[in-house]
Antibody, heavy 117, light 107 residues
């Protein structure tokens, strides 16, 4: 079965770029009609969809973050990545990657990213 | 953006109780609605998709209903492992949006 695992720095300085990678195992990222998504959750708060990338490379982003977000696909490594630029403390959250068709399933275990100097 | 409003934001219930959580969309989303369960420190888990379709492996005490703007998640007989926070999520339009969550606590 498909499994996802996030990786990347747990601490990012303000104004810098947050970079995370999601590695997909148990399946090929380029097969099937799936979107590969990023979602975040600040501590004690709800879920916010960041954006998604289709197997073709087409992307959709949350308008609230669009100017700062880039999601890309590396089919050779079976990975997809998130870059969020100009981060501030409000970007501190657990970041999840997930596969999406009409729902998010499965999810990665999540990785905490703290923005602090 | 489509706003998803859940009610209540929290509730207290006893083992064996019937629990109903509602989710209202700010515009019609047909049946493009999913429900997730999240336990503290854990990843959200898909329970229901397409408003009423039970995800494989999810106990049958969970059920979903509704279409258009009003949806419900029902737990027919609350079990100890069901104490968690529940989120609805719409897939009708971008940006994909979640409800604010409903925390189910032990009475």
């Amino acid at each position: 079965q498909v499994q996802l695992q996030e990786s990347g720095p747990g601490l990012v300085k303000p104004s810098q770029t947050l970079s995370l990678t999601c590695t997909v195992s148990g399946g090929t990222i380029s097969s099937g009609s799936y979107y590969w998504s990023w979602i975040r959750q600040p501590a004690g708060k709800g879920l916010e969809w960041i954006g998604r990338i289709y197997t073709s490379g087409n992307t959709n982003y949350n308008p609230s973050l669009r100017s700062r977000v880039t999601i890309s696909l590396d089919t050779s490594k079976n990975q997809f990545s998130l870059k969020l630029s100009s981060v501030t403390a409000s970007d501190t959250a657990v970041y999840y990657c997930a596969r999406y068709s009409s729902s998010f399933d499965p999810w990665g275990q999540g990785t905490l990213v703290t923005v602090s100097s | 953006d489509i706003q998803m409003t859940q009610s209540p934001s929290s509730l207290s219930a006893s083992i064996g109780d019937r629990v109903i959580i509602t989710c209202r969309a700010s515009q019609s989303i047909s049946t493009y609605l999913s429900w997730y369960q999240q336990k503290p420190g854990k990843t959200p888990k898909l329970l229901i998709h397409a408003a009423s379709s039970l995800q494989s492996g999810v106990p049958s005490r969970f059920s979903g209903s509704g279409s258009g703007t009003d949806f419900t998640l029902t737990i027919s007989s609350l079990q100890v492992e069901d104490f968690a926070t529940y989120y609805c999520q719409q897939s009708w339009s971008i940006p994909l949006t979640f409800g604010g969550g409903t925390k189910v606590e032990i009475k």
